[in-house]
């Protein structure tokens, strides 16, 4: 076991002798170039990153944040604590800050004006009205700064690892930051818990009182299957865009960040997504229940517990170059301790391809492994202890 890894975390190597029978495409279409500064493109279904430029960049997101101020209230929707048929009342501080006076993107909501929960979505969603974000800020959490906390609260709560949230807008501010990757694993969340709520990131306009908002979202109006999601600019954080779509049943998010023009993001989110529908073609890697490996269970009856998947493993893979090999290694947590029960969840299981293509699995224990007794936990504790001496 390398010091790296030492106790903690045990990873166990598998040989996947998987040569994939896909065609080959056109050696031009090997590798892929974009101008913008941090790009994802991620497979909807399987959360598989086949394309990343600065992936883990920490960076301003502007606008595109908006998205974690939507799945906070999605989330409050859906659990009955807000309906949205409620009224939130347009404060001076929303107002002044973030509606007309402002000079930046309002959905034009009167001062003191009361705006449906449904209408201050679409707001954001459409217009990316900051106005409309500060007033569901203040709505729910009585200001913005309490609110910006729920925003954390709930990023990692869905894994989001890195970001850091300041306010509900992504208007500039000092640790109000993002990455692509978890921009990208932010709209795959909103996709997949929000089914009900997703169709207003396609909604190409929204009708507010005297006023016709456009979609801000390029993508939407290009015959590529786009049906989503967000918009971002400010001086710092320059043009960005969070962006979905689907062909023949397949769906991609792409996320691109740092360019320096408005066109630019929708030509180079456009390039990616269409490179990603042609370039890319899912291949099956193992069957439902399909044991994969084997986990060390310290002090159990036995001293290892097989792992399998939940469900088909598909893997989205590259067709250039034809017939790559995958490689694939069980992460988990060690020492693992008894009892473990058939169905826990104990593993995952990482498989990456020849060009980086990645994606990750959770792995269950497929039988019970109970307490194995005095003399199996003194033998295994001594193990331990030498183990822990080596990663020294």
């Known amino acids: 076991m390398s010091k790296t890894c030492s106790i903690w975390f045990a990873v166990v190597a598998i040989v996947v002798s998987l040569l994939a029978p896909l065609s080959s495409v056109k050696a031009a279409e090997s590798a892929f170039a974009t101008k913008a500064p941090r790009a994802v493109l991620m497979d909807a279904e399987t959360g598989a990153i086949l394309f990343q430029q600065n992936a883990d960049e920490l960076a301003p997101p502007a606008s595109m944040s908006k998205l974690m101020t939507l799945a906070v209230l999605f989330r409050a929707i859906k659990e009955g604590r807000i309906n949205k048929t409620d009224e ?25 004006t009361k705006a449906t929960v449904d209408e201050l979505i679409q ?36 894994g989001l690892v890195k970001s850091t949230f300041a306010n509900a807008t992504g208007l500039e501010a000092p640790n109000h930051l993002m990455t692509a990757r978890e921009l990208a694993l932010l709209a795959r969340y909103l996709i997949t818990e929000y089914p009900d709520f997703y169709p207003v990131f396609g909604q190409k306009e929204f009708l507010y009182r005297k006023h016709k908002f456009i979609n801000r979202n390029p993508l939407l109006f290009l015959n590529i299957g786009a049906d989503g999601l967000k918009t971002g600019h400010t001086a710092i954080a320059r043009y960005g865009l969070v962006g979905s779509a689907v062909q023949e049943g397949k769906r991609l998010i792409v996320v691109v960040s740092g360019l320096e023009k408005a066109d630019q993001r929708k030509d180079e989110a456009a390039k990616l997504l269409e490179w990603g529908f042609r370039s890319f073609s899912a291949v099956k890697v193992f069957d439902d229940g399909e044991i994969v490996g084997k986990a060390r269970v310290w002090g159990g009856k036995t001293w290892y517990v097989p792992l399998a998947p939940k469900g088909d493993v598909m893997f989205t893979m590259p067709k250039y170059p034809a017939a ?52 199996r936990q003194g033998v295994d504790s001594l193990v331990l202890m030498a183990l822990r001496r080596l990663a020294l």
Do not use: H
């Not at 299981?349 to 003399?375: C, F, H, M, Q, R």
């Open 123 to 158: 707001g954001i969603a459409v217009q990316s009205g900051n106005d409309a974000a500060m007033c569901v800020a203040e709505g729910m959490a009585g200001t913005e700064a309490a609110f910006a906390r729920m925003m954390n609260d709930e990023a990692r709560r869905i």
């Open 324 to 375: 790559q090999k995958l490689s694939a290694e069980i992460v988990y947590k060690a020492p693992l301790k008894p009892p473990v029960k058939k169905g826990d969840q104990v593993a995952i299981l990482k498989i990456t391809s020849t060009s980086s293509a990645s994606t990750e699995v959770p792995l269950y224990a497929t039988e019970d492994v109970v307490n194995g007794g005095i003399v």
């Open 88 to 112: 939130f009342i347009m404060s001076v501080n929303a107002w002044r800050n973030g509606g007309a006076p402002s000079g930046t993107s309002a959905m034009m909501v009167p001062v003191n």
